[in-house]
Nanobody, 125 residues
Framework: QVQLDESGGGLVQAGGSLRLSCAAS????????MAWFRQAPGKAHEFVAAIIWRGGSTAYADSVKGRFTISRDNAKYTVYLQMNSLKPEDTAVYYCAADPDAVAPTYGSSSYAYWGQGTQVTVSS
């Protein structure tokens, strides 16, 4: 079992920044991959970014490339999502997810067995 504890959501004006954190605990190995997804009201679940522990390869949705950065702290098994130049359309509940055995950053939500509780990000115009 892997537990995920998210933090860092909030309200910010358009053009502002936020940093989300997700701390993993439990049965964790260096093969883990972690990702952020988001879901806005009335919209489908959407991939945002992913990273794998072994090697640190990353992947991003086109909608956030150049604005968001995913990173990890190896010692703390924590993944971060630095969000800059936020837009109102980034408003959503952001979920952290973990794949215990990842060989590459993965876009599909079905690859992730563990999910956090979600944190609200609201960007005002």
């Amino acid at each position: 079992q892997v537990q995920l504890d998210e933090s860092g959501g909030g309200l910010v004006q358009a053009g502002g920044s936020l940093r989300l954190s997700c701390a993993a605990s439990g049965r964790i190995f260096n093969s883990i991959g972690m990702a952020w997804f988001r879901q806005a009201p009335g919209k489908a679940h959407e991939f945002v970014a992913a990273i794998i522990w072994r090697g640190g390869s990353t992947a991003y949705a086109d909608s956030v490339k150049g604005r968001f950065t995913i990173s990890r702290d190896n010692a703390k098994y924590t993944v971060y999502l630095q969000m800059n130049s936020l837009k109102p359309e980034d408003t959503a509940v952001y979920y952290c997810a973990a794949d215990p055995d990842a060989v590459a950053p993965t876009y599909g939500s079905s690859s992730y067995a563990y999910w956090g509780q979600g944190t609200q990000v609201t960007v005002s115009s």
